[in-house]
């Protein structure tokens, strides 16, 4: 699966973005398609993410402020991201899992400043 980000960009704090992850490729066997970010010195986290069978999941620190969708139509996942703080400030990157395949895409910055 190919996977192309894009969206990101400097807000301020409790400003909004959202995030586009466009697909292609071998879709059919994705079982998973997840928002992840990584801060500066961190470990990639995961933000986000879709399940088989549409259910969703999202990290505790972005709950309420966070939503991910999906546009079939438009081969594109979204993340919304509402009441933004300095600390989601990192590089996101979408991320589509199939059985044991974890294809990424290629990181879209989000800078939040206070």
Known sequence: VQLQ???G?????????????AYSGSIS???AMNWYRQAPGKERELVAGFRVGGSTNYADSVK???????????NTVYL?????????TGVYYCNAVSGIRSDWGQGTQ????S
Do not use: H, Y
């Not at 960009?9 to 992850?21: H, I």
């Open 80 to 88: 919304q991201m509402d009441s933004l703080k300095p600390e989601d």
């Open 64 to 74: 309420g402020r966070f939503t991910i969708s999906r546009d079939d139509a438009k």
């Open 5 to 7: 980000a894009s969206g």
């Open 29 to 31: 066997w994705v079982n």
């Open 9 to 21: 960009g400097l807000v301020q704090a409790g400003g909004s973005l959202r995030l586009s992850c």
């Open 110 to 113: 989000v800078t939040v400043s």
